[in-house]
């Protein structure tokens, strides 16, 4: 536990790196009453559920503020690749296409040009999954 300064080490890590250092292997209830008693902070710390991440949901402030693009590869066994894009604020499609492949930054491109010329204004574009 002395080489772990960061105390990011978890029982299994230090039950193999002692296996691995000292060619000894270590019963783990052993090892866990050890590192209980040397640092019984450790295991609140190393926990999964100590470490929250601050998350505020972002939503669009109106209209053609956000659009979300992405390929939809289900009909590809048959040929008919498809890439659209969506309002996020309203969900309406501005486009869908079926195109030779929907992975060619080049045709991406395109279609995204074809979109800004149609409606005359541009907007951030973001992966979407909601489609």
């Known amino acids: 536990m ?12 230090v039950k193999a790196r002692i296996a691995w250092e000292y060619m000894c292997h270590v019963p783990r209830d052993f090892v866990a009453d050890v ?10 710390q190393r926990h999964p559920n100590s470490r929250k991440v601050l998350r505020v949901k972002t939503g669009p402030l109106g209209v053609h503020e956000r659009w979300g693009a992405d390929g939809h590869d289900k009909l590809n066994s048959i040929g008919f ?13 501005l486009g ?4 030779p492949n929907n992975r060619i930054a080049a045709v991406i491109g395109y279609l995204f040009l ?18």
């Not at 002395?2 to 890590?13: R, V």
């Not at 690749?81 to 499609?93: E, L």
Request: charged share 20%.
């Open 2 to 13: 002395a080489k772990d300064p960061a105390k990011g080490w978890g029982l299994s890590t």
């Open 35 to 44: 590192m209980h008693m040397e640092d019984p902070d450790g295991f609140s």
């Open 81 to 93: 690749p498809v890439y659209a894009f969506i309002d996020d604020a309203t969900g309406y499609w």
């Open 96 to 99: 869908a296409w079926v195109v």
């Open 114 to 131: 074809c979109v800004v010329e149609e409606y005359g204004c541009m907007s951030f574009i973001h992966k979407s999954d909601q489609m």
